[in-house]
């Protein structure tokens, strides 16, 4: 049981090593079931040419690189494996040329079919190499090129950085100041974020007061409701009427002691009783004066009988 097993794991791995290698190679546009030969081909420099890259055979891909490695031990010369499809025939005038077909494109290997070949190649010959020109003088215009903007983006450089050269002190100067400017900023940002935190717990105070204040008022409210319903329950209207009655009564008072009836009127009206008193009032002082002089003629004791006295005023007395 566990041999039937492991033999259908095993069979599922070389399904799927065979089918990723058959779509891995139909994506890069080779047929699989064709035979393919083997060649090589050495190149001095095979600077970007790496594994799986094309063969092509004007404009059509009939193979693929399949190993690089150095051909002697001065490590001059790299011999490159090429499989290739077996129907297309190869002579001797053959040329394999390393050539980049665009700027952004990779490296491929080009077969170049030149007239005059006298036999035909067998698997594990080796072609004719050549580097296409274009790419020497691509990568030595693209490096002149390069060099020219670098030097001109130096000079460009230089000649931005000349004025700050003459002028480093104001610019050591200016750096000083900011670097002081950038202190004094964290400094009132600290005592910022202080004033903020100070803040922050006064204003927890004043809710806390004020949710201790509300804790207060809340029993004040509850007297002033009950104060609301005692006054609810006055009869205002009665006592209004009893109001109105007692300033009509003390309204009708004051007409009346205006006027010259009855006695309080006549006494703020008539000035009779006033002159009257007036001359009582000089009457008693008079009395008080003779009394204070003259004291025996009002208290007289004798044994023998008294006289009579002529009164202060020089009137007679009638007896």
């Not at 490159?80 to 297309?88: E, F, Q, R, S, Y």
């Not at 202190?183 to 717990?201: C, G, P, S, Y």
């Not at 008080?288 to 023998?304: A, E, G, Q, T, V």
């Given at each position: 049981m566990a041999k039937g097993r492991e033999f259908k794991v095993g069979l599922f791995v070389v399904v799927m090593a065979a089918v990723l290698y058959i779509g891995f190679n139909y994506l890069r546009g080779l047929n699989v079931f064709s035979p393919l030969n083997t060649y090589y081909v050495k190149y001095q420099n095979v600077s970007g040419l790496n594994k799986g890259d094309r063969i092509i055979l004007n404009g059509l891909d009939?193979?693929?690189?399949?190993?690089?490695?150095?051909?002697?031990?001065?490590?001059?010369?790299?011999?490159?494996?090429?499989?290739?499809?077996?129907?297309?025939?190869?002579?001797?005038?053959?040329?394999?040329?390393?050539?980049?077909?665009?700027?952004?494109?990779?490296?491929?290997?080009?077969?170049?079919?030149?007239?005059?070949?006298?036999?035909?190649?067998?698997?594990?010959?080796?072609?004719n190499g050549e580097v296409d020109g274009g790419i020497t003088e691509l990568l030595t215009q693209e490096g002149i090129s390069a060099a020219n903007q670098l030097t001109s983006l130096v000079n460009k450089i230089n000649d931005v950085l000349d004025p700050f050269v003459e002028k480093s002190d104001t610019i050591g100067a200016a750096l000083d100041n900011f670097k002081k400017l950038s202190?004094?900023?964290?400094?009132?940002?600290?005592?910022?974020?202080?004033?903020?935190?100070?803040?922050?717990?006064q204003m927890e105070y004043v809710t806390d007061s004020l949710v201790v204040a509300m804790g207060g008022v809340k029993p004040l409210l509850a007297e002033y409701q009950q104060l609301g319903e005692k006054l609810n329950a006055v009869d205002f209207e009665s006592r209004l009427v009893k109001i109105d009655s007692v300033l009509t009564g003390a309204e009708t008072f004051i007409t009346r002691l205006n006027s010259n009836d009855g006695t309080l009127g006549k006494l703020m009206t008539n000035?009779?009783?006033?002159?009257?008193?007036?001359?009582?009032?000089?009457?008693?002082?008079?009395?008080?004066?003779?009394?204070?002089?003259?004291?025996?003629?009002?208290?007289?004791?004798?044994?023998?009988?008294?006289?009579?006295?002529?009164?202060?005023?020089?009137?007679?007395?009638?007896?």
């Open positions: 009939v193979g693929s690189v399949v190993e690089r490695k150095f051909s002697n031990d001065q490590y001059n010369e790299i011999l490159v494996t090429m499989a290739i499809d077996k129907t297309i025939k190869l002579t001797d005038s053959t040329y394999a040329r390393l050539a980049k077909p665009d700027l952004l494109g990779g490296i491929e290997v080009q077969l170049i079919l030149k007239p005059g070949g006298t036999r035909l190649l067998e698997m594990g010959d080796t072609l202190d004094e900023l964290i400094v009132t940002n600290r005592v910022a974020q202080t004033t903020m935190e100070q803040f922050r717990l000035d009779s009783l006033y002159n009257t008193l007036t001359q009582t009032m000089a009457d008693l002082d008079s009395l008080m004066i003779d009394l204070r002089y003259n004291p025996k003629r009002y208290m007289h004791f004798s044994l023998f009988g008294r006289k009579n006295r002529p009164p202060a005023d020089g009137r007679s007395s009638n007896r």
